[in-house]
Antibody, heavy 121, light 111 residues
């Protein structure tokens, strides 16, 4: 079955760190650009970061630049999001999503179920 | 980064058609045919409905259609069904930041 499964969310204190993972199955992970999208409670979708299939390029939303790092391990079919200096504004469900190409097509045809990150003291 | 402008809510009766607009600028919606639409039911992950303005992914009903005029994209749902009640988001590539931005979302109520 073609799917994405996120993990690593949880409760973290302000200023803390968390590393999210997204394991892909059912397709050739290394052939696709991957993306993280988040959704704060009761709010809309927000693109966070994207990484090309070979990890040669990465992009971030301004609000996370310098704090978040997207990476991937194609040998383990896994996408990561390292999140540092977390603040309340980072509280959200984080979705892993697939861009349908090796390069950026800028739409997302496969989504995981999401993992909830809560930043609170 | 700002968001694309969508109406907060729309409604329609079963069998009717509705249209959701998505307004941006010539740096995003108007600049490229890289507009996509997503459906999200409560507590679920988003689902791709339309990509590149008007193309259907495999398995998506042709009751959903997309179009674009200038800086405004539109999603039309024809033959409304109860299961169409959900939140809908537009998304567009933006040259301003080499990324995508989403609309604020539109809640569709099927009366």
């Amino acid at each position: 079955e073609v799917q994405l499964l996120e993990s690593g969310g949880g409760l973290v204190q302000p200023g803390g760190s968390l590393r999210l993972s997204c394991v892909a199955s059912g397709f050739i992970f290394g052939s696709y650009t991957m993306t993280w999208v988040r959704q704060a409670p009761g709010k809309g979708l927000e693109w966070v970061s994207s990484i090309s299939s070979s990890a040669s390029s990465r992009y971030y939303v301004d609000s996370v630049k310098g704090r978040f790092t997207i990476s991937r391990d194609n040998s383990k079919n896994t996408l990561f999001l390292q999140m540092n200096s977390l603040g309340a504004e980072d509280t959200a469900i984080y979705y892993c999503a697939r861009d349908p190409g090796t390069h950026y097509y800028w739409y997302f045809d496969l989504w995981g179920r999401g993992t909830l990150v809560t930043v609170s003291s | 980064q700002s968001t694309l402008t969508q109406p907060a809510s729309v409604s329609g009766s079963p069998g009717q058609s509705i249209t959701i607009s998505c307004t941006g600028t010539n740096s995003d919606v108007g600049g490229y045919n890289l507009v996509s639409w997503y459906q999200q039911h409560p507590g679920k992950a988003p689902k791709l409905l339309i990509y590149e303005v008007s193309k259907w992914p495999s398995g998506v009903s042709n009751r959903f259609s997309g179009s674009k005029s200038g800086n405004t994209a539109s999603l039309t749902i024809s033959g409304l069904q109860a299961e169409d009640e959900a939140d809908y988001y537009c998304c567009a590539y933006t040259t301003t930041t080499t990324s995508v931005i989403f609309g604020g979302g539109t809640k569709l109520t099927v009366l």
